[in-house]
């Protein structure tokens, strides 16, 4: 099918180029679909660098606000344990979470998956991971899924992301259609010894797979510090873990000689502000980084705490906040943090932009209403004006998954009554 998108204020390529009129997406097929773009601006879709999708069963739990990181992780362990994590429930909340991304315009989403039962056969956690891809497929969202750990035992969860692996993407990384990718990631220093993230590392040499991990959170540090003497950046370097094939996330505690190793190194960063800001966690210096020449992504993490997947909000967020570290973001920066930064953290040159090699995900935004009446910059105002603003249409791959701000591909209130009434019957008994 060849998609065309006509007549928008404006079209932001994500190469530099912004022009205003059509857009086109051709697949080499006959029949042509039209997207009346009148007033609207179109992006190229999201791409929500760092999510936790099985969080989203676990919003505004009581004792997850305003507390110590130290005190969070137990708080979400427990919620956890009460309801049980198995194919079931990770499938239903991912599919909640996936399904909110899109109607919020995230056309990709990387999921960093962390809870695992630590009794689980490696059949199971190969079931798990099935489950969270199932959900993104018929949902119609690309999906990175990243076989985490968190304090698991480093022999297991390595022949386990091998597992997911070989059964989710035989070979390679990323599958045929660009439609599901697999790396692997320990939840950081303060949670994995150098033995996880050793057996890890030979896991994604085997594969062909991205690593990702989380660095210089609250606790991170000082947990870094105290168990180690030495802060996670230089843990990190130690263990073979600072390479162009590194992604990031957090990254709220650095100091300038930190930043300069990423930088040489080539380390890609993901900033999620909505997750570290609202607990007074840390605000990353994402214009030092960019400075620095490093490529920074940008995610919503996940419930808990940043209790929506809404990434363009979090965009909103990373401008008002930007300005504290003393290197002010514009609008344009974070929109393209929230595409094509992202998309160069996966190692995914087809995505995030509308250009040459483009994989067809993009966005249309109407801009005609009263919230952007008196809007100079109508690219700018996607950030800066109507707070929680949500895409008319969002196409993945040349296919229209939300039309009219309705999800095509399911109906989204079955996708949340499925979620709710296992979570009743769980708590219940």
């Given amino acids: 099918m060849t998609l065309l998108v006509r007549g928008a204020v404006a079209v932001v390529r994500g190469d530099g180029v912004e022009t205003a009129g059509d857009v086109e997406v ?32 676990f919003r505004t739990l009581p004792g997850t606000r305003g507390v110590p990181m130290a005190q969070w992780l137990p708080t979400m362990a427990a919620a956890y344990a009460e309801v049980g994590l198995d194919p079931e429930l990770i499938g239903a909340a991912a599919a909640v979470a996936v399904a909110e991304g899109l109607l919020c315009g995230v056309t990709t989403v990387a999921d960093h998956m962390l809870n695992w039962p ?34 698991d035992d480093a022999v297991w969860a390595a022949e386990s992301a091998r597992a997911i692996a070989e059964e989710l993407v035989p070979v390679g990384g990323v599958s045929a259609d660009g439609m599901l990718q697999v790396a692997v990631g320990p939840a950081g220093a303060h949670s994995d010894a150098r033995e996880t993230f050793d057996a890890m590392a030979e896991v994604a040499r085997d594969r062909g797979l991205r690593r990702r991990t989380q660095a210089n959170e609250q606790v991170d540090v000082a947990i870094a510090l105290d168990r180690y003497g030495r802060r996670p950046i230089e843990l990190l370097g130690d263990w073979g873990w600072l390479a162009p094939d590194v992604t990031l996330a957090h990254l709220v505690d650095l100091l300038p000689d930190e930043v300069a190793a990423l930088a040489t190194a080539g380390v890609t960063g993901t900033h999620a502000p909505g997750f570290d800001v609202p607990m007074g966690w840390g605000v990353s210096r994402v214009g030092d980084l960019r400075a620095a020449g490093i490529a920074v992504g940008l995610g919503t993490s996940g419930g808990g705490l940043n209790d929506a997947g809404h990434l363009l909000a979090d965009g909103r967020l990373a401008l008002q906040v930007s300005a504290l570290t003393g290197s002010p973001l514009s609008a344009r ?18 995505l995030g932009h509308l250009g040459e090699g483009s994989a067809g995900d993009l966005c249309v935004w109407d ?11 109508p690219v700018a105002g996607l950030l800066w004006a109507a707070p929680g603003r949500r895409p008319r249409d969002v196409v ?3 296919r229209v998954v939300v039309r009219d701000h309705v999800l095509r591909t399911a109906d989204e209130r079955a996708v949340a009554a499925r979620l709710s009434a296992l979570l009743a019957v769980r708590r219940s008994g």
């Fill in 26 to 57: 051709d697949d080499g097929q006959d029949v042509v679909t039209v997207l009346d773009a009148t007033g609207c601006v179109v992006t190229p879709g999201l791409v929500n660098a760092h999510h936790h999708l099985a969080q989203s069963a």
């Fill in 118 to 151: 630590f009794d689980a056969s490696l059949d199971l956690t190969v079931e798990m991971a099935a489950a969270v891809v199932a959900a993104a497929a018929h949902l119609g969202s690309r999906l990175v899924f990243v076989r985490g750990s968190a304090r």
């Fill in 333 to 350: 920066d974070v929109l393209e943090m929230a595409t094509r930064g992202s998309a160069t953290g996966l190692g995914r040159p087809d």
């Fill in 367 to 377: 801009v005609s209403g009263v919230a952007d009446a008196g809007v100079a910059d």
């Fill in 396 to 398: 993945v791959g040349g």
